[in-house]
């Protein structure tokens, strides 16, 4: 098993293939969710619109979109 630091909290954690702890990972699908089902309620909002209706930070959606995890009905060059 490989040790390595949360690169969310910074903590010490067993590596199993994703790259946060367990604690972040779940704080993050939370997170994730609630983006989600506001971005479904509201599609034409935009992120800052997002972040504050959801208390997520805009670094984590912006994050979620480069992913791909979430879609837009538009494309930002600078996301």
Same mark, same amino acid.
């Given at each position: 098993? *490989? #040790?390595? @630091?949360?690169?969310?909290?910074?903590?010490?954690?067993? %590596?199993?293939? &994703? *790259? #946060?702890? @367990?604690?972040?990972?779940?704080?993050?699908?939370?997170? %994730?969710?609630? &983006?989600?089902?506001?971005?479904?309620?509201?599609?034409?909002?935009?992120?800052?619109?997002?972040?504050?209706?959801?208390?997520?930070?805009?670094?984590?959606?912006?994050?979620?979109?480069?992913?791909?995890?979430?879609?837009?009905?538009?494309?930002?060059?600078?996301?």
């Amino acid at each position: 098993m *490989e #040790i390595r @630091n949360c690169k969310r909290c910074g903590k010490i954690f067993n %590596f199993v293939g &994703v *790259e #946060i702890c @367990n604690n972040c990972f779940l704080q993050e699908q939370t997170e %994730f969710e609630k &983006v989600r089902e506001f971005i479904y309620g509201h599609p034409n909002t935009t992120v800052p619109e997002v972040s504050k209706a959801t208390g997520v930070d805009v670094r984590v959606i912006s994050r979620f979109l480069r992913e791909g995890r979430l879609e837009t009905t538009f494309k930002k060059p600078n996301l």
